[in-house]
Nanobody, 117 residues
Framework: QVQLVESGGGLVQAGGSLRLSCSAS????????MAWFRQAPGKEREFVAD????????SYADSVKGRFTISRDNSKNTVLLQMNSLKPEDTAKYYC??????????WGQGTQVTVSS
């Protein structure tokens, strides 16, 4: 069983930066990848970025490419999301998720990111 805990959300002005972190505990060694998703009120949950534990292969949503960077620290079972040049449309609750290989089996509680104009 895996537990995920996010931190780092907050309120920032447009153009600012935030760094989110997600710490995995338990049987995290069995996970294939971890990812960040976000969901704004009244909108569908959307994929933001992911990274594989072995090799560190990354993927990004087009909306965040060039602004967000996902990274991982295998020794600490932690994934980071560095968010730069934030825009009001980035405002959402951000969730980290663990992928077992076939599906996202584990989810954190989420951390709120609010970007003011």
């Amino acid at each position: 069983q895996v537990q995920l805990v996010e931190s780092g959300g907050g309120l920032v002005q447009a153009g600012g930066s935030l760094r989110l972190s997600c710490s995995a505990s338990g049987r995290a060694f069995n996970m294939y990848a971890m990812a960040w998703f976000r969901q704004a009120p009244g909108k569908e949950r959307e994929f933001v970025a992911d990274i594989t534990w072995i090799g560190g292969s990354t993927s990004y949503a087009d909306s965040v490419k060039g602004r967000f960077t996902i990274s991982r620290d295998n020794s600490k079972n932690t994934v980071l999301l560095q968010m730069n040049s934030l825009k009001p449309e980035d405002t959402a609750k951000y969730y980290c998720a663990g992928h077992s290989g076939n599906e996202y089996d584990y989810w954190g509680q989420g951390t709120q990111v609010t970007v003011s104009s």
